[in-house]
Each structure stands twice: as structure tokens, then as C-alpha cells.
């Protein structure tokens, strides 16, 4: 059976994520180039809108389908524009487009994935791999932030990939995956009402919620567990024996971490 094609890049084997959201769906499969490399090095992600039953709403399922396959792009061109500036901590893409599956782009196989498993293997972090990751993010956004006019806007541990091989999290590179579209930051009103408002609108909804995930990647890495939402801890973050294992650090964390949540 012949497996799915993207541009010049064949898949290989079964998908190895679908991540299924309310309406759409996300499908990663591993990779390689079909002209003749044999060597699955890079990642397919694949973007569709699962179709609607109503048979009346499907003028409306389709324009919708288009446009998100379209902010979808969008983002990965932002991506694709900002690592020409940064290449050390944004992924790579390697080409994007639309098919019959959907919107899709194509980058680098991470072996080590991101901090989502580095967070659910591991479990806690020294001070001195907190300061690399902070940096490595707002870095990140930064780039971003030059070359596009916003931040990142879709900052979580599963966006934030580990690079190279196995090594102490200190000296890892990281690179960000999949910011936000610009049109799910818009002010309600859409594309002209966002034209109205200038990027200024866009450009504080995305720092604002980059500013909390950093907070979020923060708790998550101190106390070794996911978060999936605000409902999953308590505000203000409390001492506990995961904190106070950052020793003489604890405190000064603790204090940015819940500055960042606020």
C-alpha cells in the first residue's frame, strides 16, 4: 500500500500522533525524501477539519475548512520567515502546501520529541536548565516578534522541541514549533477588524499569552508534572519540597514564576 505523500516528501509507516480537537484534526507522520533517501529525517504535520453531518451546513463546513487550512499556513510561513533571523531556536521548515489531506508542512524528526516528555519522564529540573529554558523561549519569541510583528501566542511543553542528541536539559537545544495564527488573535471582527486596530492588538494578545505558558513551563518543569489548563493548580504557587529542591534559587523562581501566571 502506498503511503501518503506531501510535496517531495513520502510518509513512512503509521502516524505516529493524531491529536483530534473540537472539528479538526492533526496527524504527524515521520518522513524521508522520495527522491531515493531512505533515511526518515524529517516530520510531516498534517492539518484537516473533520466534515460536519448536517448536510445543510456544509457551504459554511467547507469556507471554514478553507480558512483555518489557510491561518494554519499562515503561521508556518511566520515560523518559516522568523528562523531566517534565528535559526538556533526555531524548528526548521522544509516545505508546506495543501493537499486532498489538508494544509500540511514539513520539518526536522526531533528523536527526543519536547519538553511534554521530557517533563513526563523526568520530573523535576535544576536551576541552571530553568535558566536555559526561559531563555531559549523568550529567544524564540523574540525572533518571531522581529520578523513578524508578534510573539509566538501558542507557547506549551508539547511546542517546544529538544534538538540534537541525548544530553543534560541545560545543554539541549530547543526549538518552537507551531505559533498561534494571527486570525485567533484578532479582536472579534476578524481580518478587517484587525486591519482597524492596527497589529498593536494582535502583538499584546500574543505577549500576554506567552508571558503566562512561560509561567506554565515553569511549574510544569519545577514540579514535574502536565498541566492542561489554569484549573490545574492552585494561584499563587505555594512552597513545596519541589521547590525548595532548587535550593538557594527557589525563592527568586518561585516569585518570577508567579508574576508570569498573573
Known amino acids: 500500500m502506498s503511503m501518503p505523500t506531501f510535496g517531495d516528501y513520502e ?7 493524531i491529536t483530534e480537537e473540537p472539528g479538526q484534526t492533526s496527524t504527524v507522520w515521520k518522513a524521508r ?3 531515493g533517501d531512505d533515511s526518515p529525517r524529517f516530520v510531516v504535520k ?6 460536519g453531518t448536517a448536510t445543510e451546513e456544509k457551504p459554511t463546513t467547507d469556507t471554514l475548512e478553507q480558512d483555518r487550512g489557510l491561518e494554519f499556513l499562515d503561521a508556518v510561513k511566520q515560523l518559516k520567515r522568523a528562523r531566517e533571523t534565528n535559526n538556533q531556536v526555531l524548528a526548521p521548515i522544509h516545505a508546506f502546501g495543501t493537499s486532498d489531506a489538508g494544509a500540511w508542512y514539513v520539518t526536522d524528526f526531533y528523536q527526543r520529541k519536547s519538553l511534554k516528555e521530557y517533563i513526563t519522564l523526568q520530573g523535576g529540573v535544576e536551576s541552571k536548565a530553568l535558566e536555559h529554558v ?13 520578523a513578524t510583528g508578534r510573539s509566538h501566542g501558542n507557547l506549551k511543553a508539547s511546542n517546544v522541541l529538544l534538538a540534537g542528541q541525548p544530553r543534560p536539559l541545560r545543554n539541549t537545544p530547543l526549538n518552537l514549533i507551531d505559533p498561534c495564527p494571527n486570525a485567533v488573535l484578532a479582536p472579534v471582527g476578524g481580518a478587517s477588524r484587525q486591519q482597524e486596530v492596527g497589529t498593536a492588538a494582535v502583538q499584546q494578545a500574543c505577549e500576554a499569552r506567552d508571558l503566562n505558558a512561560i509561567g506554565e513551563l515553569i511549574l510544569q518543569l519545577v ?16 512552597p513545596s519540597p519541589a521547590w525548595n529542591a532548587l535550593g538557594k534559587d527557589a525563592e527568586r523562581w518561585r516569585e518570577v514564576c508567579n508574576r508570569l501566571l498573573s
Open 134 to 146: 526561559v531563555y531559549s523561549v523568550v529567544a524564540g519569541c523574540q525572533a518571531l516578534q522581529r
Open 223 to 238: 514540579e514535574g508534572r502536565l498541566i492542561g489548563s489554569r484549573y490545574d493548580y492552585n494561584y499563587p504557587i505555594a
Open 33 to 35: 525524501l522520495s527522491t
Open 46 to 51: 498534517c492539518f484537516s477539519r473533520r466534515p
Open 11 to 17: 510518509t513512512v509507516g503509521e502516524p505516529i500522533r
